[in-house]
């Protein structure tokens, strides 16, 4: 019998698990974000602040960031800028739950690799990331 081998899954390139850094100052949507991901078979750091944030990008390997917009002190916008000044191929993700325009149009020209309104679906948020890291492969 011959067994027809799987592609691995988007969230293994290269033999390596890819790690995906999830930025949310509220506890209650880090939690589901990171069990999400986990869930999607990705490797999750975590973090709460903008602070946090980049501790974690110096340290752990990051494939991917997934960052909320509004945060206290510095926001999303202000991550993605650091972000794409240090690290310009690193794709971030910015969810938002608010929808104006300008502020989305300020986010792509800045760099964002998308933008997902908030509430979100589960499974937009697999598919998002997946469709990031697979292009960013290539």
Known sequence: MVVAQ???PLSVV???KKRILVVEDDGVALDLLEEILKRGGFSVSVAQSYDEALDRLASDGISLILT???MPGHTGMDLLKTVKDHYPDLP???LTAFGDEHLWVEALSSGAAEL???PFKKQE???VVQR???RSQH
């Open 6 to 8: 799987k592609d691995p």
């Open 14 to 16: 290269r033999g390596e």
């Open 68 to 70: 909320d917009l509004k």
């Open 92 to 94: 971030v993700i910015i």
């Open 116 to 118: 997902i309104p908030k």
């Open 125 to 127: 948020i697999l598919e």
């Open 132 to 134: 990031i890291l697979f």
